[in-house]
C-alpha cells in the first residue's frame, strides 16, 4: 500500500502544473484554533475550552452576530488535534468521537448555514505536529473526505514530512484539484524547509496562501520577530503575494493576553500592509471591545484587501535611540498612484520617536503631492506636497498607517 502510494507520487509529479480554484482572489480572511486554544484534549475539566465542535459552533456563531463574518472573515479553521488517533478500519481519517459527536460534515453544514465557510488541518507527513495520523500514504483519500465532508479550506503542515514532502504537497494540489470543491490550499512547507527555502514562484503556483517564517506566540517578541523577517524580504518574496497566492505570516493574536493597545495596531496594520491572510486566534466569546473594533476596522481591512494584491515593502529606517529603530513601509493601490504607508516603531524606548519624514522620503514621486488619510482614525491629515515634511510622534510599538492618494 505504502510503495503503491509512494509509485503514485512519482508518477504524478511531473503533471501536476497548478493550482486551479479561483480562490482566494484577496488574502483570505477568518478565524484559526491554534494559537489561542492550541491542542487543548481536556474537554472533561475544560469544556468551553477544549478543541471540540461545541467550540468551533461557538466561535462561528459570535462571528456571524458580532460582524465579524460580515467585515469578510468567512473561513473558520480547524488546526491540529481535531482527529481520532487512529483512522478507521478503512483507512479514512475521523474526527475524535468524544469531541466531534456528529462528524465534520455535520460541522461543515452548521458552518455553512451561518454563511461562513470551514477550513481544516492535515498534515504531509506520517503524524501531525502534535502525532495525530498523517496524509503521507494517503493523499487522495484524504482530499477525498475533504470533499465529501464539504470543506472550504486545507491547512497542510508538514511536521515529519521528509524530504520529499513538496512532492506529497503537489500530490495534494492535483487530487484537490480532482474533487472539482474548490478548497483553498494552505502550505506550510516554505515555513518547515526554513532558510533554505528560495521557490517562491513554485509555491506562488502551488498553493493560495504560505506560511513561511516562525510560529506566532502570544507575545510581542515573536511579532516583531516575524515582521522583521519580512522586512527582509529575502529573495523577494513580496514580489510572490498577489490575487490567488499569498505569503502568510501566521495568526493574529489581536485581543489575546499580551499585546498593548499599540502593539494590536501594529500587528493588525502590519499584517494588512503584508496583504497577509487575516485569521484571528482568539476567542471572540469575550474578547474585549477595543481588540473587536480595531478587527472591525474597515480602513484597515480594505488595505489588506486592495484588489491589486501587492504586498509592502521596508523602504525607510532609522534607530530611534539604541532601543530600537523605526521602518517605514509602502504597499501600492489598485487605484493609480495610490499607496498605504506605514512607519512602524520597533523601538522600546518610553518616550515617542519623533518623526520628520516626507513622502519623497518613502520613495513616492507624484511632483504635485498628495492627500494623506491616517487609517486607524480615518482621520484627513491634508494635502502634502512631496517634500514637505510630516511631522509626528509614534509611540512605543505602535504604528502609523496612512493611504495617500495623488494630487
Ligand atoms: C505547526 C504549525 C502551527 C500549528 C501546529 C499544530 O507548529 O506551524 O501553525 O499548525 O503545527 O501542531
Given at each position: 500500500m505504502a510503495f503503491q502510494s509512494v509509485l503514485i507520487m512519482l508518477f504524478l509529479a511531473p503533471v501536476v502544473s497548478c493550482l486551479d480554484n479561483g480562490l482566494a482572489l484577496t488574502p483570505p480572511m477568518g478565524w484559526m484554533q491554534w494559537e489561542r486554544f492550541r491542542c487543548n484534549l481536556d474537554c472533561k475539566n475544560d469544556p468551553e475550552n477544549c478543541i471540540s465542535e461545541k467550540l468551533i459552533m461557538e466561535m462561528a456563531d459570535r462571528m456571524e452576530k458580532d460582524g465579524y463574518r460580515d467585515a469578510g472573515y468567512t473561513y473558520i479553521s480547524l488546526d491540529d488535534c481535531?482527529?481520532?488517533t487512529k483512522r478507521d478500519s478503512q483507512g479514512i481519517l475521523q474526527p475524535d468521537k468524544d469531541r466531534f459527536p456528529h462528524g465534520i460534515k455535520y460541522l461543515a453544514d452548521y458552518v455553512h448555514s451561518k454563511g461562513l465557510k470551514l477550513g481544516i488541518y492535515l498534515d504531509m507527513g506520517l503524524e501531525t505536529c502534535k502525532g495525530f495520523p498523517g496524509s503521507k500514504f494517503s493523499i487522495q483519500r484524504d482530499a477525498l473526505s475533504l470533499k465529501e465532508w464539504g470543506i472550504d479550506m486545507l491547512k497542510m503542515d508538514c511536521?515529519?514530512?521528509?524530504?520529499d514532502m513538496v512532492t506529497g504537497y503537489e500530490v495534494m494540489g492535483f487530487y484537490l484539484n480532482q474533487t472539482g470543491r474548490r478548497i483553498a490550499f494552505s502550505c506550510s512547507y516554505p515555513a518547515c524547509i526554513g532558510d533554505m527555502f528560495s521557490d517562491y514562484a513554485g509555491v506562488a503556483k502551488l498553493c493560495n496562501s504560505w506560511r513561511n517564517a516562525i510560529d506566532i506566540t502570544d507575545s510581542w517578541e515573536r511579532v516583531y520577530e516575524v515582521m522583521k523577517f519580512y522586512s527582509k524580504d529575502v529573495y523577494s518574496f513580496?514580489?510572490?503575494?498577489?490575487p490567488g497566492h499569498w505569503n502568510d505570516p501566521d495568526e493574529m493574536i489581536v485581543?489575546?493576553?499580551?499585546?498593548?493597545d499599540g502593539q494590536e495596531r501594529s500587528q493588525f496594520g502590519m499584517w494588512a500592509m503584508f496583504a497577509a491572510p487575516l485569521f484571528m486566534s482568539v476567542d471572540?466569546?469575550?474578547?474585549?471591545s477595543s481588540s473587536r473594533n480595531l478587527l472591525l476596522n474597515k480602513r484597515v481591512i480594505d488595505i489588506n484587501q486592495d484588489p491589486l494584491g501587492a504586498q509592502a515593502t521596508n523602504v525607510w529606517q532609522r534607530p530611534w535611540t539604541d532601543q530600537g529603530v523605526v521602518t517605514g513601509w509602502v504597499k501600492p493601490l489598485m487605484k493609480k498612484g495610490s499607496y498605504a504607508i506605514a512607519l512602524l516603531n520597533?523601538?522600546?524606548?518610553g518616550m515617542p520617536a519623533p518623526i520628520n519624514i516626507t513622502l519623497n522620503d518613502l520613495g513616492l514621486n507624484n511632483e504635485g503631492g498628495y492627500n494623506i488619510t491616517e487609517t486607524f482614525e480615518g482621520k484627513f491629515l491634508g494635502p502634502y506636497k512631496l517634500r514637505e515634511p510630516i511631522l509626528l510622534k509614534i509611540h512605543a510599538h505602535d504604528t502609523f498607517l496612512a493611504t495617500v492618494v495623488p494630487l
Open positions: 481535531w482527529m481520532s511536521c515529519e514530512g521528509g524530504s513580496s514580489k510572490f503575494a498577489g485581543g489575546d493576553y499580551s499585546l498593548s471572540l466569546r469575550n474578547i474585549k520597533g523601538s522600546a524606548y
